[in-house]
C-alpha cells in the first residue's frame, strides 16, 4: 500500500510561485501514474495534471496549462507540482494520488492512496 505525503503549500500572493511535492516512503512510485488534484471549499475534487509511470508524459487541466509544470524522480520516489503565476482562484486543498491508468484528463475514481492534503491560499 503506497502512503503519499504531500508538502510545500502555503500563502502566497496573486502572481507568486509554489513547489508541491509528493513523496512516498515505502514502495517506489515508479509503476504509478501519478496526479495532483485540488478541492476548494464547496467544490469538488478536479484533477489539476498529472504524469505517467515511464516516459514522462503529462496531463494538464486548462485552467493551470502554461503555469503548472509536473515531473518525477523515481529514484527519490517523488513528484512535484511547480506552480507559478498563481492566482486567487488555485486557492484549495491539493492532493497527489498514484493509478494504474493514465487518462486525460485524470479521472478522479480511478486513483487511490490519496495524500493528506496540502493547503495552497493565494491572496493579496
Known amino acids: 500500500q503506497l502512503k503519499l505525503v504531500e508538502s510545500g503549500g502555503g500563502l502566497v500572493q496573486p502572481g507568486g510561485s509554489l513547489r508541491l511535492s509528493c513523496v512516498n516512503s515505502e514502495f517506489t512510485l515508479e509503476y504509478f501514474t501519478i496526479g495532483w488534484f485540488r478541492q476548494a471549499p464547496g467544490k469538488e475534487r478536479e484533477g489539476v495534471a498529472s504524469?505517467?509511470?515511464?516516459?514522462?508524459?503529462?496531463t494538464y487541466a486548462d485552467s493551470v496549462k502554461g503555469r503548472f509544470t509536473i515531473s518525477r524522480d523515481n529514484a527519490k520516489n517523488t513528484v512535484w507540482l511547480q506552480m507559478n503565476s498563481l492566482k486567487p482562484e488555485d486557492t484549495g486543498v491539493y492532493y497527489c494520488a498514484a493509478s494504474t491508468f493514465y487518462t486525460d484528463p485524470p479521472n478522479v475514481p480511478d486513483f487511490h492512496s490519496w495524500g493528506q492534503g496540502t493547503q495552497v491560499t493565494v491572496s493579496s
Open positions: 504524469i505517467r509511470s515511464r516516459g514522462g508524459s503529462t
